[in-house]
């Protein structure tokens, strides 16, 4: 049912009680229980994952012999049947669960309009968790003002097996028809409460996308034969935030899509990695080179409160006009002087680079610049510098193929054309675009446009429901994770990658496909099909 409609429905009724978990909050967690795998991961806690599970399994098991029933297992109880050397993390558990938890957008909406329109408001939960923790957890979520909250573990009743429902007939002082329960579990939020003559309205957000979660990249994510908890809880938090896709970007088109699935991860992990990094050299300004840096820079105002940054024009055609031009390179280090980067520690951002000719034009004018970069194509001992892909990933087949895709050189762009040189007015540095673009730039810049939205949308849902765990994905992930668009992509995906072209020279007169391992998938496709007609005949 749609949430409008829902706001008419809720009118008709004097009640109005709410299931509280993926209805009025949520984990950052694709599946619950894949918060065990990332306490197991950050925790350094081997095996804790499958003991935790393990432990309500077994519980529910064995309460069928015993003669107390017992509906719902306690918190308490489950870390004193636990291994002991994983009862230690007890009180870091409840940590973490309190982070990855937020309010979901539709839960709150629906929660205030009842609230402001008088209606008795009661939150019913199946949890191992203990009351307290409850109200404490939406309370700091904004959930206030409920007469209400019904715990399973703290009743010995539960939703499912449909006696949690007793007790909210009890607290209801009018006929059980004019009680309406909200939830989006069609057995414990529609079938059981519907028996004791309460409506049900199941809700599911409308925005859930499958586009991850469909077919074979589904199981290419969670491949049981290779994954440790580690890249588990990663892959969990990245198809959690993929499955949130807001509606209004999903109808906007595929390059929005493809911002928000793939480029937003990229982007906002590699400045995660930036954040870091700056922190660990203490470094005192963070420069972001064009057009590299442009989404890079966005993401970085959003997620770093320090140090200060800027985005400055540093192209190769730029550097080359610096370093022939006596005039312009005075002015521009008067202009870094006037901005008091000469006394600081400058972490300088670009990509990719072969001969560091940035990073080395800026150490030239004295300068005290670290390079941070996804990757290089070389190595310069005379540099300080680090690079996101060889810190997080390493080579083997999968990155082999995601770094011959050229899909970070069009992520990590701008939606403005190429820049060929600056001018000086006042001490202001502005970049000078190419004036004359062809069709195959043109179609990039309006490609960008639309990623550029997507991505944006990407980092506001992470900061929104990943924000307090901070996750750090790495390269290995991250590649995995685009992978399953270069791997695996349909038709319509091939149609739209194959249309887009970059320039492969300095002067921005000569393009190629971006995409260039298409084509060689048709090749390899028809070379096996060949095999096969032969072998037959």
């Not at 065990?36 to 399994?57: M, T």
């Not at 329960?181 to 996308?209: K, M, W």
């Not at 490609?447 to 992470?462: C, D, H, R």
């Amino acid at each position: 049912m749609h949430r409008q409609e829902l706001h008419s429905k809720i009118l008709n009724y004097k009640t109005i009680s709410f299931d509280l978990f993926d209805t009025l909050i949520e984990r950052c967690f694709y599946t619950p229980s894949d918060l065990f795998f990332y306490i197991e991961s950050i925790e350094n806690a081997p095996g804790f994952a499958s003991a935790r599970i393990l432990v309500e399994k077994n519980f529910y098991n064995q309460k069928k012999n015993s003669d107390y029933v017992r509906y719902e297992v306690t918190y308490d109880e489950i870390y004193t049947l636990i291994d002991k050397k994983y009862q230690y993390l007890k009180q870091k558990e409840l940590h973490h669960e309190s982070n990855a938890i937020t309010a979901t957008q539709a839960g709150r909406d629906l929660f205030w309009h009842a609230f402001n329109h008088g209606k008795e408001i009661i939150i019913t939960s199946d949890t191992y968790h203990d009351e307290l923790f409850i109200q404490r957890l939406i309370n700091n979520l904004g959930y206030t003002g409920y007469k209400h909250l019904l715990v399973s573990s703290a009743k010995n009743k539960t939703k499912r097996n449909g006696n949690l429902f007793n007790l909210v007939s009890d607290l209801v002082q009018h006929d059980r028809s004019e009680v309406l329960h909200i939830g989006d579990n069609l057995h414990a939020d529609v079938a059981i409460p519907q028996t004791f003559g309460f409506h049900c309205a199941p809700y599911v957000e409308p925005s859930r996308s499958n586009y991850i979660t469909q077919g074979r990249r589904y199981r290419k994510q969670f491949d049981p034969t290779y994954l440790d908890a580690n890249s588990r809880a990663k892959r969990s938090i990245l198809m959690a935030l993929s499955s949130r896709y807001p509606l209004e970007i999903q109808q906007k088109g595929f390059w929005d899509s493809i911002g928000f699935y793939f480029a937003g991860p990229m982007i906002v992990d590699f400045v995660q990695w930036i954040i870091d990094y700056a922190n660990d050299i203490n470094a005192d300004h963070v420069m972001f080179l064009a057009r590299d840096g442009h989404f890079l820079e966005q993401a970085f105002s959003e997620l770093a409160f320090t140090p200060k940054h800027t985005y400055y024009p540093l192209t190769r055609a730029v550097v080359q006009q610096l370093e022939s031009d006596e005039c312009k390179r005075a002015e521009f280090l008067d202009h870094v002087k006037a901005l008091g980067l000469d006394k600081q520690k400058i972490l300088m951002v670009d990509v990719g680079s072969v001969n560091f000719s940035a990073q080395t034009f800026l150490s030239g004018i004295g300068l005290n610049i670290h390079g941070a970069y996804w990757i290089v194509g070389g190595h310069n001992k005379n540099l300080s510098y680090r690079t996101y892909f060889e810190e997080t990933a390493s080579i083997d087949e999968e990155s082999d193929i995601f770094r011959a895709s050229g899909i970070v050189e069009l992520f990590m762009s701008a939606p403005l054309p190429p820049i060929i040189g600056v001018s000086c007015s006042n001490g202001v540095f502005e970049p000078i675009h190419q004036t004359e673009l062809n069709n195959h730039e043109l179609l990039r810049i309006e490609i960008l446009k639309s990623v550029e939205k997507g991505f944006n949308a990407f980092l506001a849902l992470y900061q929104e429901k990943a924000g307090r765990t901070q996750p750090r994905f790495g390269a290995k992930e991250i590649i995995h994770w685009t992978n399953l668009l270069l791997h695996t992509p349909t038709t319509k995906e091939k149609n739209y990658l194959r249309k887009v072209y970059h320039a492969s020279n300095d002067q921005h007169n000569h393009y190629s496909k971006q995409f260039k391992f298409l084509d060689f998938d048709l090749f390899k496709q028809f070379h096996s099909l060949m095999k096969e007609i032969i072998n037959v005949r």
